[in-house]
């Protein structure tokens, strides 16, 4: 099942390393199109399987999502001509097609958003950095962050709230000076 005879282990290596980078944002475009659980299955698993065999046709350093989400489309839309034939079809190819772009646009403004969450988390003191990983990427409760930071309770929900004033500051300004498309 390669794109053609001369994959070589380098392309193998970037197509698995895109496909689990954007896997979740595919499979979520995919079932948010498709009614039935298990026909989305099939068609996300048809959808990888096509990408892998035009891996070869696509242009490193170019939108992945957007090659992805072409492929899948085009799947699903198969899948919809299929079913034209059963009465529970509803979903036209053009209200699939709006809702397509529709995610599309949403995911490229979370994309803007999150870097520029990034960039914003990289400029905090270390202090505030670690209560942020404490709090939201570790799950840790306000009053454990308070005994690791020797702080009290009360302190370290003013602390949050000031970096969470700060963060979005900042992620404003990055989106702000962003060069729109």
């Known amino acids: 099942m390669s794109p053609d005879s001369s994959a070589t282990p380098e392309a193998t290596e970037a197509f698995l390393r895109l496909l689990t980078q ?3 944002w595919l499979a979520t475009y995919v079932y948010s199109l498709v009614a039935s659980a298990a026909d989305a299955q099939d068609i996300l698993q048809e959808v990888k399987v096509t990408m892998w065999k035009h891996f070869a046709k696509f242009e490193a350093g170019s939108n992945f ?6 492929i899948a489309t085009h799947q699903i839309l198969n899948y919809r001509r299929s079913e034209k034939r059963r009465p529970s079809s509803t979903l036209d190819e053009e209200f699939i097609e709006a809702v397509a772009a529709e995610i599309d646009r949403r995911a490229d403004t979370l994309d803007l958003q999150a870097d520029a969450l990034r960039l914003c988390l990289r400029k905090l003191p270390e202090a505030h950095r670690k209560v942020i990983v404490w709090r939201y990427y570790e799950d840790c409760a306000v009053e454990e962050i308070a005994a690791k930071s020797e702080r009290t309770v009360e302190a370290v929900y003013r602390l949050l709230s000031r970096i969470r004033t700060v963060l979005n500051d900042c992620v404003n300004r990055q989106l702000n000076a962003a060069p729109h498309s």
């Open 22 to 24: 954007h896997d979740r």
């Open 65 to 70: 999502r957007a090659w992805a989400r072409q």
